[in-house]
């Protein structure tokens, strides 16, 4: 059927003459056709305003209802009637279906990266029926590990990377409660705002981050165009950024300029979980370089201390990967001024390490560590196990302070080992806790533990940053410090899997 007999058979079909045979053909030319599809709406509507129009006018309209067709066909046998008049009811069920009642636009489209973990939840009035995790209205979206990207109907990018707290008021307004966000907003989406504990930020047609959380007061920072940036309290300070511009929220209702860090923002749906990396191949001036692609990445520093003993001096030696860091105890560490991943906040932590065989397990000896020992669960700290009543002696022991989980081989053999710790994710049923122990790639069966859900705390006058080669308690020289050496130490903000622990322990990360 060419465009001209399609048009023919759909005003026969309006005015109600069309026959059966030319319904059939029509039927099938509209479906799955979505040209023809307007254009039948298209007709219709025309149709219907020209029937309003003489109506207006006193003038008695064509027809198109079924007492008129049933009277045109009369002479026809009742069953085919009947079967024309159903077939007509028919097309028009499909047409509304297919054309008239098209699903709208959703709200907000959704991606995120393989490795993420979130939960959406709805407000109560909400009625949604697109999965757990759509998005509408209301919407709350609490983001754990990875990253996600949000598309508004209204064109306006959200780039948010775990962890992350983001509530969908509607496509013009998000309160951002948490996290490191990107907006990229069309100039059709202009007045768009992101609110925050803090800040109220409204957009001018431009490209700008917002960083939000409980340890600091909030920021914006603008890439391009301009904003409007207004704090929340006090004396509710308002400011025009131009392109290059921050602001941090001031504690009485001012705004602060601070330094822009568009690196701390993403561009695009990353696939590598953030990780922080230290080779201990470079060191300068007792400092070692920290690399990775982790936002807190720029801001750390890695030092090496010193012994209290000469002939214990650390530094550096022939490692898995290049050099190595070599340890003698006696307060030879890498004390860092990173806080740590805190809370309950997904996480892995992988490394190569050798401990010599004569090494004594009387003393307890640490591997990593950072957070609070005062609280209960609310330090993170890898040492080796030395008390046998609790599991196997030398072996890997996760503890988070009166909680542990202690793997099966003792580490203590002058050999190179790759250990990896994953807290998050899936829960052991050998320990009805989420952490999990690898050794060479292998996961260790579980030789002892103590349950207790981790809670790391950090930024508490008792917490302690990440340091390595010492426990959190370490007080004494002779008591904590690690002897051995330790090599291509990775902390991620995110669960690994066994392939990925696996990639790392080769050196392909």
């Keep these: ?224 165009g301009k904003v409007e940036a207004e704090n929340q309290w006090g004396l509710q300070k308002k400011e025009v950024l131009e392109e290059g511009e921050s602001r941090m929220a001031g504690p009485a209702g001012r705004l602060h300029s601070i330094e822009p860090l568009p690196e701390l923002f993403m561009t695009t749906l990353e696939e590598k979980i953030p990780y922080i990396h230290l080779s201990f191949d470079d060191l300068e001036d007792d400092e070692f370089r920290v690399s990775g692609n982790h936002p807190d990445v720029p801001g750390i520093s890695a030092i090496l201390l010193d012994s209290t003993r000469e002939d214990k001096r650390p530094g550096l030696t022939a490692g898995k990967f290049g050099k190595g860091l070599e340890l003698h105890g006696f307060g030879g560490c890498v004390q860092t001024n990173w806080p740590g991943i805190s809370g309950k906040t997904p996480r892995s932590v992988a490394f190569w390490v050798k401990l010599p065989r004569e090494n004594s397990l009387v003393r307890k000896r640490g591997f990593l560590t950072w957070g609070d020992n005062d609280v209960e669960a609310g330090k993170f700290e890898l040492i080796f196990n030395r008390n046998a009543q609790s599991g196997q002696l030398g072996a890997i022991r996760f503890d988070c302070g009166k909680g542990y989980v202690i793997g099966e081989t003792d580490l203590h053999d002058g050999k190179w080992h790759h250990v990896a710790v994953t807290m998050g994710g899936t829960i052991d049923p050998a320990t009805d806790m989420a952490v999990k122990l690898y050794v060479d790639g292998e996961l260790e069966s579980v030789t002892g533990f103590l349950r207790n859900e981790p809670d790391t705390v950090t930024g508490s006058d008792e917490s302690l940053w990440m340091s390595v080669g010492r426990y959190l308690e370490a007080g004494h020289p002779h008591e904590g410090y690690l002897i051995g050496s330790m090599d291509e130490l990775f902390i991620f903000s995110g669960v690994l899997t066994q392939a990925d622990v696996r990639q790392v322990m080769k050196g392909d990360w």
Excluded: C
Excluded at 11 to 18: C, K, Q, V, Y
């Design 1 to 224: 059927m060419n465009l001209q007999e399609f048009e023919q058979s759909v005003w026969r079909l309006l005015d109600g003459t069309l026959d059966e045979e030319g319904f059939r053909e029509l039927e099938a030319s509209l479906i799955g056709n979505d040209e023809l599809q307007e254009r039948f709406v298209e007709m219709a509507d025309l149709h219907g305003t020209l029937l309003q129009t003489l109506a207006r006018k006193g003038g008695e309209p064509s027809v198109l209802n079924m007492d008129e067709i049933l009277r045109r066909q009369r002479g026809r046998q009742l069953l085919r009637s009947s079967l024309a008049a159903a077939a007509i009811l028919l097309l028009v069920g499909i047409m509304l279906k297919v054309v008239w009642l098209k699903p709208p636009q959703p709200l907000v489209t959704f991606r995120h990266s393989g490795d993420a973990l979130f939960e959406v939840t709805h407000s109560k009035d909400s009625d949604s029926t697109d999965g757990p995790n759509a998005l509408e209205k209301g919407s709350r979206l609490q983001l754990t590990q990875g990253k996600v990207e949000l598309t508004l109907r209204n064109g306006v990018q959200v780039l948010v990377r775990a962890p992350a707290d983001l509530t969908l008021h509607d496509e013009s307004l998000i309160y951002q409660g948490l996290g490191i966000a990107r907006y990229v907003v069309p100039k059709s989406a202009a007045g768009f705002q992101v609110r925050t504990a803090d800040l109220i930020v409204t957009d001018l047609g431009t490209d700008f981050g917002v960083i939000s959380g409980p340890e600091k007061l909030d920021q914006v920072h603008l890439f391009k």
